[in-house]
């Protein structure tokens, strides 16, 4: 009897340790699929741009180039060259942000001011596409990362701005309750269908139709995003506007001031 009770007992210790060594092995592996994943992924993301930028390098080597095309090929170097950029500063960015000890570096300052500088810088480009921007600011005194914050409004509005048409408008909001802020950006542009939302905020992950893929980007934009948004304590959501377009909305814990 007490026999047999010990070896159920030392089964079940025995098959607990199994278990997590099962639960293990299959986080590692899940960890190893994904960095392979992601390493195929920015080794992609590299490759078409390089091989553009080598093509149109070879072709103006030919001395009987007409002048228009040899601009017109300086250009797609150009603009392959910057997508290269903004790759490698997104990829740098993202990696800051998956260290173990959280890079923030909180400090206090205000969030309409901010919201409003990276309004500012993007006014050219609203008038270039005859859009209009209106903005419900509270104004909120806010304890957080002003430079990994400030890389979230500029994400979110030069989304805006990239998936609306000419002639549409943006709507920015930012709302102070007791114990939390709420900033919201809502566009009346192409809009996200259902099946795509829960994927977008993935590293790399473009919704796939052939608008979206006229519009250059590297898929990153949404998952550094989420991230600094996390790492603050707090949530995204976004949603369908009953018209047209989305609304993508930030929530944060207005919590009491706290170095870290
Ligand atoms: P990127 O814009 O560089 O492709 P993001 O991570 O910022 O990457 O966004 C991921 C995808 O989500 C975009 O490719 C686009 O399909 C979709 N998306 C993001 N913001 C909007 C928006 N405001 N309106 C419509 N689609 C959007």
């Known amino acids: 009897q007490y026999a047999a009770e010990l070896d159920i007992h030392r089964r079940d210790e025995i098959g607990q340790l199994a278990h997590t060594f099962q639960t293990m092995t299959e986080r590692l592996s899940e960890n190893d699929r994904m960095r392979k994943e992601f390493i195929s992924d920015v080794s992609h993301d590299f490759q078409s741009p390089l091989l553009n930028i080598k093509g149109y390098a070879e072709l103006l080597t030919d001395s009987n180039l007409p002048e228009a095309e040899r601009k017109n090929y300086a250009k797609v170097i150009q603009s392959e060259t910057e997508r290269l950029s903004t790759l490698t500063k997104q990829l740098m960015l993202l990696t800051s942000l998956d260290q173990l000890v959280s890079p923030l570096r909180k400090k206090a300052f205000k969030l309409d001011e901010q ?86 905020f993935d590293r790399f992950y473009r919704v796939d139709e052939s608008r979206t893929k006229q519009i250059a980007g590297t898929g990153l934009g949404l998952s550094i995003v989420l991230q600094v948004v996390k790492l603050h304590g707090g949530r995204i959501d976004v949603r369908r506007n009953e018209e047209e377009g989305v609304t993508f909305i930030v929530t944060l814990p207005a919590s009491p001031f706290t170095e870290n």
């Open 115 to 200: 919201l409003m500088e990276v309004i500012r810088r993007h006014r050219w480009l609203l008038e270039e596409k005859e859009m209009s921007l209106s903005t419900d600011l509270d104004e909120v005194e806010f304890q957080g990362d002003p430079a990994f914050l400030e890389k979230v409004w500029e994400n979110l509005l030069s989304n805006a701005l990239k998936y609306t048409e000419a002639g549409g408008s943006i709507e920015i909001t930012l709302t102070k309750r007791a114990d939390k802020v709420t900033v919201s950006f809502s566009d009346t542009g192409i809009g996200i269908d259902e099946k795509h939302m829960e994927r977008i």
